[in-house]
């Protein structure tokens, strides 16, 4: 366990050294991959780690810092054009800035040029550092390895319910994995905040204690890892799991010492729809730690 994860303060200087990378390389490659590096955090977290963090996703904080200096140069210097100014922001295309920078200012980007308005652009980089604390009932378990049936979910997460149906359908005909006597768990494989939704995955799994037979549904068998895991519950529709998420990171994780393991979080779902309400759904976070 690296040491300097011990401390909140710590761990507030791996992000404040991410901040400061940023605002040096705008121009640069600002990826998850590179700025996890950079942060000495598994990939696997560091966006939900970020965001926890700052406030806004990784990729948000990008543009918004991007779109700063880009506005900066239009109104300092002199024949500096859009062109120049979406290039030096690290934008693909003068349209692609000019979309941006619209909708961050409500001005197109020449109009500020030749009329800054810096009242609406101070406001418009006011980053919600969050500082609510919430009260976490976060429990340390040795999750042991659990053997799934697996069905990939891939494309927006809007449209998840139909693969939900699919598997469900799978678990009926197949009966592998009875929903009444076996563990129903689900793993995003990206996370939906910064994922352009094409390329959102997420698996659907259930339980099972022998092989997944040959099927016409692209159903297949996983195991997830044994190991130690931070679990916290959370009670409503998953719609809103985030807001259970984030905090786990935001507050927990920097105080508690644990490091991440090279895994993604998962949800182990403890309702059953219909039968239990959506406000009334529980399901289990699973945070694998080192």
Sequence with gaps: MQTDAVA???????????LVY???NLDGDLSVDALSRIAHFSKFHFHRQFAAYTG?????YVQLMRLRLAARRLASRNGCSVFDAALDAGFDSPEAFSRAFKRVFGIAPSSFRRQPNWQVWSASFVIPYLSRTLTMQVRIVAFPETRVAALEHRGPIGHINASVRKFIGWRIQSE???VSSRRTFGIPRSNPDTTPPDEFRFDICGEIDG???SNADCVRELVIPGGRC???RHVGSTDHIG???YPIYRDWLPASGEELRDHPLFFHYLSVYPDTPQDQWQTDIYVPLA
């Design 243 to 245: 807001e259970t998420i």
């Design 56 to 60: 806004v996703p990784v990729a948000r």
């Design 8 to 18: 909140p303060a710590a761990y507030a200087r791996r992000f404040d050294a991410v």
């Design 230 to 232: 931070a679990v916290v």
């Design 211 to 213: 092989p997944v037979a």
């Design 176 to 178: 592998q994995s009875p």
């Design 22 to 24: 940023i605002d040096a």
